[in-house]
């Protein structure tokens, strides 16, 4: 991890990135199985990439395929906790 990376995530630099020691991690690599999670806030690294996780969004886990322009970013940000809103039309109109 860069230090530019670190000191825009607005964590110490001594300290580095926040992430969570998975200890599946090497299994799910070797046999491609997902990776069920609830740290939102775990920093993604670069052995990260290629990894499938499911990242809990408060309901359901989210499948989330770790790219190559992950690396930096938050798990919890490609899972978004929000459902999308849309207008129904009422039937007796």
């Avoid at 580095?16 to 999670?37: H, K």
Wanted: glycine share 6%; charged share 20%; aromatic share 12%.
């Amino acid at each position: 991890m860069f230090p530019s990376l670190v000191v825009r995530s607005g964590r110490s630099a001594w300290k580095g990135p926040y992430f969570v020691a998975f200890p599946n991690l090497r299994e799910a690599m070797e046999n491609n199985i997902p990776i069920q999670t609830q740290a939102r806030s775990c920093t993604i690294l670069p052995n990260f990439v290629g990894i499938r996780f499911m990242v809990h969004n408060g309901r359901t886990y989210t499948p989330v395929l770790v790219t190559q322009d992950m690396v930096g970013h938050k798990l919890g940000e490609f899972a978004p906790t929000r459902k999308k809103f849309s207008y129904k039309a009422t039937k007796n109109k």
